[in-house]
């Protein structure tokens, strides 16, 4: 065993293996669910049903990423409109050499405790200079743990996720249509 002065050392792991055990319990309700209202099926309504498959796998499919991108999403807004907000000045830009989120920055900023110069903790694709006046958010009781309102990873990733389940959405509307044409 292994002992740490950490509170949350370790809960990574843990946090890790529910999801999964609720991913799992999730998809054996669904496929027991479309077990059973598979089997009430008559005959004709099964040959429909196997040409229109294929679609509504993709559409099921296609739910999950939209699903986390709006999870994503509205923990952001959640976030963003909860936090406490200050003026504030980018004093330092820090370019990494990763291509899709290239900068962070170091910002001036003054709150009802007190001035401070901190690493704020958005990671952005947008570069911005040195003396560019932006909004900084962070939580009252660490007004030191900073974040830029800019269009950042989170943003992006829940960008991505909604893309990638919209595309599947209208390639699953494709298959039910062209599979509709095809049984009629």
Do not use: N
């Not at 170091?106 to 909004?135: E, I, N, W």
């Not at 309102?149 to 389940?165: H, N, P």
Request: charged fraction near 15%; charge should be positive.
């Amino acid at each position: 065993m292994v002992f740490s002065r950490d509170p949350d050392f370790g809960r990574v792991a843990w946090y890790v293996a529910v999801a999964f055990a609720g991913i799992g319990v999730f998809a054996s309700l669904v496929f027991a669910c479309a077990w059973l209202w598979i089997s009430l099926r008559s005959e004709k309504q099964m040959s429909q049903l196997r040409s229109r498959a294929p679609a509504y796998l993709l559409m099921g499919i296609s739910l999950v990423p939209i699903g986390f991108g709006l999870l994503v999403g509205a923990q952001k807004v959640v976030h963003i409109t909860t936090a406490e907000k200050a003026d504030g000045v980018i004093t330092y830009t820090r370019i990494s050499h990763h291509s899709f989120v290239k900068y962070s920055f170091y910002v001036d900023y003054r709150t009802a405790s007190g001035r401070f110069h901190q690493y704020a903790f958005t990671d952005t694709p947008f570069s911005k200079a040195v003396g560019d006046k932006v909004t900084v958010l962070y939580q009252s009781e660490d007004p030191r743990q900073v974040e830029i309102l800019a269009f950042d990873t989170e943003w992006m990733i829940s960008a991505l996720l909604l893309t990638l389940g919209a595309a599947g959405m209208l390639a699953a509307a494709i298959l039910l249509r062209r599979s509709k044409r095809v049984t009629a």
